[in-house]
């Protein structure tokens, strides 16, 4: 069995002395898709922040390919492959579309390579190119922000609330362009409260209540077995 991209084990976090993460495993398949369910308050965003190096664990092992990672900065793992699009998108609100991209050539990709993996995957944006990133609707800005992820060649995708704030048509446009980056060898974990969406595109998916993982597996299965923990909220 291959090493995950991702491997979790026994993760604890807290704010102050209330712990949220109460011990969480989980582990990432290389070249899948993963769903991370569960509602509000479960934990989901915390562990976001601590695999991508914007929040310190009080215990347990994060490894990435196989190499052990927690306490690293997030600078750090963006080089070795991790790049994680937070909840409400970041973008340069200032900027053209055009010029939100090339940014990411600061990164060693030559800027037109990233110019057409951007357009290639979303031709909105190259209708866009001129227009200031700020101006643009919530769904083309999760584009853009998307776009600029990939811009670094990542092993592993983490999606922080795809679909916060945006039109179910443009939610679903989204994860179907989520389908085909995890086609080309990119691996994704994407933290979701909204299930269905995430799990008609997802190889696994994992459910996390109470700040741990309380159940791990196929779509089809998830969905039979926890849909009142994981369809709790508009789904």
Known sequence: MSVPILDVIDLHAAYGRIEVLRGVDLAVPRGAVMALLGPNGAGKSTLVKVISGQKEATSGDIHLAGVHVRGARSDDLARVGLCTIPEGRSVFPNLTVEENLVLMSYAGVPAPAILDTAYAYFPRLHERRHQ????????????????????????????????????????????????????????ILCIEQFARTALRVADYAAVMSGGRIVATGEPGEILETMADVILGGAA
């Open 132 to 187: 200031l990133a700020g101006t643009m609707s919530g769904g083309e800005q999760q584009m853009l922000a998307m776009s600029r992820a990939l811009a670094s060649d990542p092993a592993l995708l983490l999606l922080d609330e795809l679909s916060m704030g945006l039109a179910p048509l443009i939610v679903d446009e989204l994860y179907e362009t989520v389908a085909r980056i995890a086609e080309s060898g990119v691996s």
